[in-house]
Nanobody, 124 residues
Framework: QVQLVESGGGLVQAGGSLRLSCAAS????????MGWYRQAPGKQRELVAG????????HIADSVKGRFTISRDNAKNTVWLQMNSLKPEDTAVYYCHADTLIVVDGDRRYLEVWGQGTLVTISS
């Protein structure tokens, strides 16, 4: 089992900042990409930012580019999302996501893991 535990959500005013963190724990062979998705009421879940383990390359959605930064500590299996200049349209439940490899009966298998979600609310 692999678990992702998120923290850092909350209520802030527009223009403020929040930092989300996500720590992976459990039994796994490796963690590859980690990232953050969000889902606003009535909308589909969308990728906000992601980071690869091999080269630490990142992807940032256009809607948050220049305001959000993703970082990762591979040794701690932790990823952070720094969110600055927050806007009311950033209000959503933010989910941590990880692409992992686990070992089952001696074979490595891909396992996609999601966190429980943390609510971010931006007031105008």
């Amino acid at each position: 089992q692999v678990q992702l535990v998120e923290s850092g959500g909350g209520l802030v005013q527009a223009g403020g900042s929040l930092r989300l963190s996500c720590a992976a724990s459990g039994s796994f062979y490796s963690i590859n990409a980690m990232g953050w998705y969000r889902q606003a009421p009535g909308k589909q879940r969308e990728l906000v930012a992601g980071v690869n383990s091999g080269d630490d390359s990142t992807h940032i959605a256009d809607s948050v580019k220049g305001r959000f930064t993703i970082s990762r500590d591979n040794a701690k299996n932790t990823v952070w999302l720094q969110m600055n200049s927050l806007k009311p349209e950033d209000t959503a439940v933010y989910y941590c996501h990880a692409d992992t490899l686990i070992v089952v009966d001696g074979d490595r298998r891909y396992l996609e893991v999601w966190g429980q979600g943390t609510l971010v609310t931006i007031s105008s």
